[in-house]
């Protein structure tokens, strides 16, 4: 053989080998929309408390939407063994359905039912209310990193499988307070409805968290952790704030609730888990292959609130003036000193200096909601 | 074994002395000899002596000489030997000596008859010259014994009635290299038995007359015409068949399925093996087997097969003994068997002898040559992936053989000269392997065999992720005849696999996980033979497992990666067997075994102890408890039966059954979802039980149009327990305690496969189909969750449909055109459909277990085989092999998987041989 023709088989073989190894695999099954039912929350089974139920759907795996699709103008209620029903309302339009304050007999036993705004009828099994034992404690112990973890127990032994989540709220402030906000391109002086020196930021759990005390003689959880900050993390810059709750599960809402703490993980490596089937308690009554994701469990919701301030902590890496402050001066306008028409946004009026200039700082040096958050002091602030 | 001769040592008792005062006509010797062939002798007299023997070895092959002499020259010697023998004998000037049967060579011209004293003649032989009785033998080259009368046995004894048994090997002629799964038969006995793996066979038969018929694939038939007195042996050397065109490859596999006792048994040569096309030219035995009803892959290019409907890990693949674990080179674009040092292949399906045991699906057994005992010789190729070299020969003639290959591969230049653009252009791949086998004859009755294979592969597919696996075994055995009814082999060695993935780009997180298995083993078979209607064998074996489930370990000193290692695991795995094939009568025969295997779990290990009565959870460990080393942790044993009968309904159609049960103490566990595999194996402990199936098969074989064309129609049904699925959301790798991510199931498979083969004349291949389906069923509520609300559901290398055709139209002697048409159902894969948000938590909704399934595989391969020309004599012989692998060019699917990219999950589908790839392939042999 020539060395001419080996090339020419050589190349051919290139191509044939390697062009076009992977290709985008989307059957019908795959990008049809696949928006099934998503049924959330908890039936609430304390004294003179909300119920509530967040109604979503799922997304396609190609969409980039984060969070589900809310499930508007359902009709949602709580159903109890006896025939009672309490209906759920969606006031704020986003899907998440509640109810009046109730105190339901926990010797009933409830589910839920949904008639979606196609006619589509849904029900979760009757499940028997589980009493939630309050929260013992909740604390912190700081090595470096710092974890904050709860402790709780059931005398009577009755709970055994718990889950928590958590809401947690900090606080961050602008580097420099001003006293002076735009409105309509007027200067005017803050309240505390438009302040932008004190802004709280609010974020619930992404994971779920699960413990149990089956094998154990007593029904004792002790130091589970919740939720561990790295040392140095800006959201114990000021004060930070965790609400955790407490939700007693029945051993069969506890496996459904462990397989969604499996799937939730990350994909495509070389620890991918095996994919989990969801089966959960939740069913169609229209059409009984159509999947509902959801495992309706229903207790009393114990929580507990712990407040912490830098100042709690040791060795603490504090990042202090991360951003660098420009200021500037700008002669004030001289008919109506409130006039302002300065263009660039990357600055915010100050401070006026008496017969000088309005001194203008970077704005993410003055106004902390750049960094999200709201400007509200939340009630429970202290 | 009741017969136990002292035969072994008589190669060093055996004495011979020359007085070398006297001239060479009047040497004296001396010596002693014990049932010696009449090779040693005359060896032992050419080595001491000036004299040459020429001999027929075909003729000589019964005699066995036991006799002692002091002080006798040669020609009292041979005229002691050859008294009241028909063989004659002559000795000329030079030195030489002939050796003849019923007639004698005249050494001299007939006008110096009168020299009587070197002459032994009588009345009724006519003498003739040496060159007159070669000519006539040229008439006839090729079948030299074919038309004598073979004595065998000693006829100085009174012919008695009654029984005697004849044994021997039966070779190539050519490279002395014994010939596996022969047949020998005779006629009007209807008697029939195979050689074994060692070309051995026993044959017990009335004294008498009597014509042997021996047919075997590749060679040319041939027939011995015995007359037996005692027992005594009979080698038997066959021609290969060179010209295949008109005469057959045939005739024992022709025979073999409707007269043989096993059943979804296949046995294939190589030569068989290198007529089907694969990729790249090269003939590769993993290829072929997934051309046979009931076996099937997962995917292409993927490792490992399953055989109906059972795992990858439920195949038990022996290499000369040794057990290999990944049969694949180059993600499974290759088998890990270089094809020129493989002599050919056995594959149990359903009646699986009880000498093998510990997986539960099927046997694969890989036979190595003993290499050329007569002649160097060898073999290359060159392929655009691969070269190879081969090469075998005597070190020692008749005594010692050696074969020994080497193979690697040149892909990385080629994945080098690739455009960046292709994204392939940072791939690296390459393996090579190694074999080497030694065969030494001590003598006829004693025979050792050594064995080494090394595998090694790396790849990384355009990223700084490093694959690497690799096989090492080394295995003695040796083979023992105490007599023509029994002998033993008892084999020890050493087999190991180890694979690992490694990633050293970026210093902060290199990392290396690495696994491996390590095995010592050692077993013992007996066969015993009283008679034909009988073969009996028993036998033990033992092998030590040592696991090393996984280690993840940081690469260099500023990886942050913590050292995290699985323990070790050990076991021991034990049985002891006895089986009998009884042939009730010419159309009936049954053969049953049992085999009785024990598993011990031995320390040093920690056990985890969980809650009774709930899942298998981390939360539910109670307490662990460490057993030291040596401790037996859990026992496991069973009694696992073999049994199979055959019933001829007719010459040309038989009926066939088998029942087995098995037991497998070693899982393996994979980890499917990511395109890398990390299989983890696992040994039975006290949390995962051994896996147990039973078979039970049925099966017509039915050949037409005078043996020519074979059908066959096997079905079966299999139960399965304790094969172990995954949990949801399970964790493999790494993992401490795997029983809290796996559970049992329970399965069933059943199927129905379909065999049409033609192995002779111009036009000649298979067509096969099979119908199979495995399931599995979880439903216990203990193991956590139910799987498919505990329906059956399709195991995930359940697929259906299978239909492989090959075939081979020889257009002439040298032009062969040869086609290779695969079709088979997707397997099943669990797809994610949707993305949900849950108690903050975002997760992948998938579907009920396997429910989908990847898209149907079909491919043509189409190649042009051209042999150099066909003299015999010719000093090499080469060949080509050109053609299109994936004529059609569709982009089968090899992997599906799924992942994360700027908040949408993509799924991806993986071709590797996504388009038409042309090859040419070139081998020579010398």
New interface residues.
Partial sequence: ?SATSKKY??V????????????????P??TTP???L?V?GVINTGTETITSINV?R???????V???IPELNAQVAIVTGNGATYPLTDTAGKGIYTSIPLTLDINQQYGITIKTSDGRKYASDLVTPKQTPPIDSLYIQQPYDLTFYVNTHDPAGNTRYY?W?YIETWEHDAQLQTGWTVVNHLIVPMDSTTQTFQCWSTV?????LL??T??LAQDIVNAFPIETIPNGDDRVNNKYSLLVREYALTADAY?Y???????????????????????GNIHPLSNPNE?V??FMSASSIRQKRIFLYQTNLTNWQHNTNVYQCDTLGIPVDRTDYRIYTYPDTLFAPYYFISGGPLILATRRCVDCLLFGGTNIKPSYWK | MNNLHPYFFIGCLSLLFFSDSLGQNTKKISGSFEKAPFSQLAGKIEAVSGYHFYYDPSETDSLRITMTFDQITVTELLNRLFDKTDFRYAIDSPGRIFITRHFTIQTRLPTSLTDSGRIRSRPEDQPILAEDRETQEKTKILLPAENKLLEIGDRTRRPAPGKATIAGYVKDTKTGEPIVGAYLNIDTLSLTVLTDQFGYYSLSLPKGQHILKITSTGMKDTRRHIIVYTDGKLDIDMQESIASLKAVIVSAEKRSNTRSLEMGANRLSIKTIKQVPVVFGEADVMKVILTLPGVTSVGEASNGFNVRGGSTDQNLILFDEATIYNPSHLFGFFSSFNPDVVKGIELYKSAIPEKYGGRLSSVLDVSMPDGNSKKWSGTAGIGPLTSKFVIEGPLKKEKTSLIAGVRTTYSNWLLNILPASSGYSNSKANFYDANLRITHIFDPKNTLYLMGYLSSDQFNLNNDTVYKYGNRNANIKWKHIFNNKSFSLVTAGVDHYQYSVSDDKQPLNAFRLGFNINQTYFRSDFTYSPGNKHVISYGLDAIYYQLHPGSFDPIGKSSLIIKNTVPAEQGLESAVYLGDQYTVSSSFSVSAGIRYSVFNYLGPHTVYDYAPGLPRQTTTQTDSTFYGSGRFIKTYQAPEIRLSARYSLSNEASLKFSFNTLQQYIHMLSNTISISPTDIWKLSDPNIKPQQGRQYSLGYYRNFNTNTIETSIEVYYKQLDNYLDYKSGADLVLNHHIETDVFSTKGKAYGVEFLLKRLTGRLNGWISYTYSRTFLKQDDPLAGEVINKGKYYPASFDKPHNANFIGNYRFSHRYSLSVNVVYSTGRPITLPLAVFSLGGSTGLYYSERNQYRIPDYFRTDISINIDGNHRVKKLSHNSWSAGIYNVTGRQNAYSVYFTQENGAIKGYKLSIFGTLIPFVTYNIKF
């Fill in positions: 053989m088989w050589l051919l073989l290139a191509i044939g080998y390697l062009s076009d190894c992977r290709k985008p695999y989307n059957p099954v795959i696949n928006n099934y998503v959330d979503n799922t997304r396609n795996l190609g969409d980039t984060i969070g589900g889950r989540d619930n759990s992404s994971t779920i413990a149990n089956a094998i496996n609730w462990l397989l969604i703490q499996k799937t939730s993980q990350k994909l495509g490596t070389l620890f991918d888990l095996q994919p989990s089937q969801l089966v999947p994701i959801g």
